[in-house]
């Protein structure tokens, strides 16, 4: 039930911090390790590649995780869409790991690859928020997100729960590998840092709105650009923007913009940029500069230790590994309002369905 939120987005949106504390209950034990089944475990000791295979936001997910389980487990990850996997499977390495991401369990693009991938014996993991769906059911194991029903059609909620369910799993194939990386990195204390920078982030709703109404009002299209994982979340903040309010949103590789973007940029056109990491800002605040001096009507979302004056939106600093969780809450907050004053419904937007259940 949506109670006396107006709409389930925005009462999904502000579960998030929640979220992520049941996530680190239910994945830890009463000494604070983390657990994962056993033979889950096992299985992913033995492999030497791991295959995340998701669409829409569940796939921005999985790239949003693959520093993460890079960074803390030691296995190499690559991120595919189920609709092109399946009819043009990549050369596989010799002990591949199947990871479908799917907040319904039931997306029939993704379960055409996990009933091939289930034909050729490779071991498989379901990260889903229903227990009983059918790819939980198929593959070989299940994580549960613990996310509670999601209803909206744009995905919020689960987005950031397979971030932090990836993230469990990587700290426990990790710690079991005894990876430096992964027996300094805290889960419980991180994990609730960062739920309780998403909580000074939703907190920001008024000021939100009010940037969805400067930059996007009346707009036709708009850019949201970043670099790595700041590249991850345009991608997934710029999908949501698309499919709730109908602007031509698209988010990029901010470095790819002078080849070939830059010439959709126009007097006014909504340029958002995403800044976390040090290395890279300096580089992503030029590409600002460069459309704005064609005109573009910029806008920064910046990590409070990267931060400049005039920066729009500041980030709390969180764990570099979990900086996905709290940069993304601007961009779910600019599309719900960006919507709502443009007159559509938040949790039905035409075309789509909550679960596409046809490939
Ligand atoms: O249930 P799934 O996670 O498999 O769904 C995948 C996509 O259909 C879904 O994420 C879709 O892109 C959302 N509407 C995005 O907000």
Redesign the pocket.
């Known amino acids: 039930e949506k109670g006396t939120y107006p709409y389930y987005m925005l009462k999904e949106i502000d579960e998030q911090p929640a979220t992520m504390r049941r996530i680190i209950s239910e994945y830890t034990d009463e000494t604070g390790t983390v657990v994962i089944e056993e033979p889950l475990l096992q299985s992913l000791l033995t492999s030497d590649r791991i295959y995340i295979v998701?669409?829409?936001?569940?796939?921005?997910a999985g790239w949003a995780s693959k520093q993460i389980i890079e960074g803390l487990a030691n296995i190499p990850v690559e991120i595919h869409l189920?609709s092109e996997f399946g009819y043009n499977m990549p050369l596989l390495s010799e002990k591949p790991f199947f990871i479908y991401?799917?907040?319904?369990?039931?997306?029939a693009?993704?379960r055409q690859v996990l009933v091939k991938t289930n034909k050729l014996g490779y071991p498989s993991l379901t990260v889903?928020?229903v227990a009983s769906s059918t790819?939980s059911r198929e593959a070989s194991y299940t994580m549960l997100l613990h996310a509670g029903p999601e209803i909206a059609?744009?995905?919020?909620k689960?987005?950031t729960a397979q971030i932090a369910a990836l993230t469990v799993l990587a700290k426990a194939v990790g710690e079991a590998k005894n990876i430096p990386a992964a027996e300094e990195f805290d889960l419980t204390k991180e994990l609730g840092i960062a739920a309780n920078a998403m909580d000074i982030m939703i907190a920001e709703k008024t000021m939100i709105e009010g940037i969805a109404e400067e930059y996007l009002a009346t707009t036709r299209n708009a850019f949201y650009i970043g670099r790595s994982e700041d590249y991850y979340v345009s991608m997934e903040v710029a999908?949501?923007l698309k499919?709730i309010s109908y602007i031509q949103a698209e988010g990029f590789a901010a470095g790819e913009l002078k080849h070939g973007t830059i010439a959709l940029v126009e007097e006014g056109t909504p340029v958002i940029g995403i800044i976390t990491e040090a290395v890279t800002a300096p580089h992503t605040r030029g590409n600002l500069r460069e459309v704005e001096s064609r005109g573009a009507h910029t806008l920064v979302i910046a990590s409070e230790e990267l931060s400049k004056k005039g920066d729009q939106i500041i980030l709390p600093i969180v764990h570099q590994f979990l900086r996905p969780l709290v940069s993304v809450i601007p961009g779910q907050l600019i599309a719900y309002y960006a919507t709502l004053l443009r007159g559509y419904d938040v949790d039905k937007p035409r075309n789509?369905a909550?679960?596409?259940t046809v490939e």
């Open positions: 998701a669409c829409g936001t569940s796939n921005n189920s991401l799917t907040q319904s369990g039931e997306t693009d993704s889903t928020n790819l059609v744009a995905s919020t689960a987005y999908l949501k499919e789509l909550k679960s596409v």
